[in-house]
């Protein structure tokens, strides 16, 4: 590895990277956001306690963080308002595949004071165009040379649409049924990137609304029981998951109970919203995804 690092190809790799990092965390930035470092040892999951590396601390178990997730609240509910982070979080998930890996750099942001989550999806859109833009001046020629990729489309707007239109589109424009009716499978990813690409000439689309079967606890619901939350579909590969969060102490609780979560093995989790909360929302993006 150390002699294939020499190659400037893959060194072009690590220079667009950093730049597109450094324009990234520079949007937040400008946007008052405050910047956090969250601990990397946690007591409880973030997300699914099947997919944690567990370690003994100094009598008690913990685990390596999965997300910032809970951090991200605690700052909101600490009246931060705006804050983001970009470091390391751990998935003890079958990395032998080009879509996972055990350790992954993510880019991690939350708001307040938000209506909807469509205004997290307005935010999210508006960083990566940001990002793709400064990172196309300084290394766009050569990235179109040497990794014969095109510029993604900063000019339109990323189309979004629900979890229930994409399956009826995957089901009648490209007659293809998934074997799971509750979330995405690779596949049907690429399709509607294609369909996104087609229709919309963006390289990006959101997917909103999804079961609360394959979500988090903490991700709100709507009237119908479906979370409003979205993940965020790149040239075939989901880069970003992101929602609005409930912030309300008691509904929270029910969710987790829902979820089969012990609210006492989250007690300091909860207690941010024990004096108020305001409504709030957020999203996690794998930076290697992108780069990918």
């Known amino acids: 590895r150390f002699l294939d690092l020499r ?15 450094h324009a ?76 996972h890996a055990t350790e992954i750099n993510m880019a991690d942001a939350e708001i307040s004071y938000i209506t909807s ?10 960083w990566l165009k940001y990002g793709i833009q400064q990172l196309w001046e300084k290394y766009g020629e050569r990235i179109e040379k040497t990794f014969k990729v095109e510029k993604p489309n900063t000019e339109v707007d990323f189309p979004r649409i629900t979890f229930k239109e994409a399956k009826d589109i995957l089901k009648e424009k490209y007659h293809f049924i998934g074997e799971r009716e509750d ?21 990006f689309i959101f997917i909103t609304k999804f079961p609360f079967e394959v979500r988090p606890f903490y991700h709100m619901l709507d009237e119908d029981g479906l979370t409003e939350s979205y993940d965020l579909l790149f040239r075939g590969v989901e880069i970003t998951t992101g929602a609005q969060r409930e912030h309300r102490h008691d509904i929270l609780k029910k969710q987790m109970i829902e979820k089969g979560i012990n609210p006492e093995s989250l007690d300091f989790y909860l207690e941010f919203f024990s004096y108020g909360c305001p409504p709030h929302g957020g999203f996690g993006v794998g930076i290697a995804r992108i780069m990918m």
């Open 7 to 21: 190659r400037s190809d893959n060194r072009l790799f690590f220079e667009c990277e950093t730049t597109l990092e």
């Open 24 to 99: 990234l965390r520079e949007y937040f930035i400008k946007h008052d956001f405050l910047e956090i470092h969250s601990p990397k040892i946690a007591k409880g999951a973030a997300e699914s306690g099947a997919e944690v590396f567990k370690i003994d601390y100094f009598g008690q178990e913990a685990c390596l963080s999965q997300s910032p997730q809970f951090y991200k609240q605690m700052a909101i509910a600490s009246g931060f308002n705006n804050v983001f982070e970009m470091g390391p979080v751990f998935r003890a998930e079958n990395s032998h595949t080009s879509y």
């Open 117 to 126: 989550f469509q205004e997290v999806m307005d935010l999210e859109e508006d």
């Open 183 to 203: 979330d995405l499978e690779r596949h049907e990813e690429k399709l509607l990137c294609q369909y996104a690409k087609e229709k919309y000439k963006s390289d």
